[in-house]
């Protein structure tokens, strides 16, 4: 740690930067918890791990990445259609169900 970098330091301490290993997990733990809330608040359907839930109905999905050609998948959830889309490149990351 110098005086160049000191900055940086305090503007992630807490965020990025953490004293120890296990600060670090629980902060994850955190915003994973967080995230989750987030996506169920929108109206996605989400087991007790966080995971998409599968619905008796096959859907379309618009599934998208930076540069990459928008795909439309049909699969039940969308962890389904972002693998598929995955199978194809690694890149694509963006998935919503086609209105």
Partial sequence: MNLANIDWL??????????????????????????????????????ANGYSVKSPDVLTWKVSGENLRTLYIRAECMDDALAAARERNPNYNTCQVRG
Avoid: C, P, Q, Y
């Avoid at 305090?10 to 670090?24: I, L, P, Q």
């Fill in 10 to 47: 305090f503007r992630t301490w807490g965020k990025s930067t953490f004293a120890t290993h296990e600060e670090a997990e629980a902060a994850a733990h955190e915003k994973v918890k967080e995230n989750i809330a987030t996506l169920r608040g929108l109206g996605f359907k989400l087991d």
